[in-house]
C-alpha cells in the first residue's frame, strides 16, 4: 500500500514555470516506477512522465522537451519541473506509483489526490 500527496500547483501566466512533488509513504520499496497524468476539463487523463527506480525517463509527447521528472530516493519524492506552460497545460495533476506486488496481480497503482495547474494566456 503506498499514499501519495501532490503539491506546487498553482496559477501562472503563459511562459512561466511550476514545480510540482509527489511524496510517497507506505510500502515505498516496493515502487518500480512513479509519474504524472493530466487531465483537463471534459478531456481525458493524458500521460505525462514517469520516471523508474533505475532513473529511466519517459514522456509524453505533449510535454517532452519543456517538463523534467527527477526523483530523490532517500526522501520517496518525484518532481515535476514544468517550463514554458502555455494553457494547453492548464488540468489537474495526478502522481502515480506502480509497484511489484505477490500474487496474480504482478503489479498495482496508487494515485494522488490531484493538484490543479491553472496557466492563464
Known amino acids: 500500500q503506498v499514499q501519495l500527496v501532490e503539491s506546487g500547483g498553482g496559477l501562472v501566466q503563459s511562459g512561466g514555470s511550476l514545480r510540482l512533488s509527489c511524496v510517497a509513504s507506505?510500502?515505498?520499496?516496493?515502487?518500480?516506477?512513479m509519474g504524472w497524468y493530466r487531465q483537463a476539463p471534459g478531456k481525458e487523463r493524458e500521460f505525462v512522465a514517469n520516471?523508474?527506480?533505475?532513473?529511466?525517463?519517459t514522456y509524453g509527447e505533449a510535454v517532452r522537451g519543456r517538463f523534467t521528472i527527477s526523483r530523490d530516493a532517500t526522501q520517496n519524492t518525484v518532481y515535476l519541473e514544468m517550463n514554458d506552460l502555455g494553457p494547453e497545460d492548464t488540468a489537474v495533476y495526478y502522481c502515480?506509483?506502480?509497484?511489484?506486488?505477490?500474487?496474480?496481480?504482478?503489479?498495482?497503482?496508487?494515485w494522488g489526490q490531484g493538484t490543479q495547474v491553472t496557466v492563464s494566456a
Open positions: 502515480f506509483a506502480d509497484r511489484l506486488v505477490i500474487g496474480p496481480q504482478a503489479r498495482a497503482t496508487s
Open positions: 507506505g510500502t515505498v520499496f516496493s515502487i518500480t516506477y
Open positions: 520516471i523508474s527506480r533505475a532513473d529511466t525517463t
